[in-house]
DNA sequence: AAATTAAGATTACATTTGTAATATTATCTT
DNA sequence: AAGATAATATTACAAATGTAATCTTAATTT
């Protein structure tokens, strides 16, 4: 598992948001969806739609005759995880705090994600503290 | 201020990278830096140089004669503000936990970043009960 | 000073991406 | 069944990007 994950473009990003937020779906409610907002032609989301399906970011199966129903075959969270990786992997070295402080103040978190985060915190606590005893 | 940024592609991401680790620096310094890493010819590397200084993401003044100075005029701090802003953005009502966690995990922290980190948590707790009270 | 070298400027060309239009084909209407 | 409609498939084309090569000109070497 954790396979290597296909390029998806600005445009194409789009449309699998759409599928993320909800899965299966024909092109023409992918279009529907994102006529008002991107203003693109049905021509183009369709052609989007094919992009990723051969790139296999998406899949399809036949539904109720001749139309298509798409979903994602690459999940939300792997791509959000790819994409910081490669933040990541960009500035190593450098220091990230800057961000993670914007990150949490404009950030929406529960009061569970909260508490989770700070355990995060402390169990990095924990670890410098054992490297500063072995010192 | 807190202008907008050039676009800069992922090739050219790495010119930046080499001016934002020491700057000013000549054309042949950058290409000396990134030869090994990245296999590209000097001239490459140079058409990169160029088109950042168009779009004005770098600027140069000539140095010791016919030689110039490259330094950027986008700073990284900006460029990592913007580009996470662009990504917080995207997946807007996303939860994006998962990848606080994943940066989290990642970054090592000195003892007091992880306060602080810790108190702005606390700080968004407060937040929550207030609007719990006010319920 | 003429020839050579080496910066920087201009131009080139393939691939990817954005943005569709046209062509084909399967289904629905009459 | 013939025509109309509406999906999907194929093709198109401009702009952006990756990846250089050639051209021009200023500096260096003979």
Redesign the interface.
Known sequence: MNKEIPKITEAE?EIM?VLWSKSPQTANEIIESLEPKMDWKPKTIRTLINRLAQKEAVSYHQEDGRMYEYYPLVS??RF??V???S??R??YG?S????????????K???E??N???Q??DE??EE?QRKDRRK
Chains 1, 2 share one sequence.
């Open positions: 990003l948001k939300q969270e959000l995880q994409e910081t990786k933040l990541l960009h500035f450098t990230l705090k800057p961000l993670l402080v914007n990150f949490l103040k404009e950030e978190l529960s009061p994600d909260i989770e985060l700070k995060i915190l990095k606590s410098n």
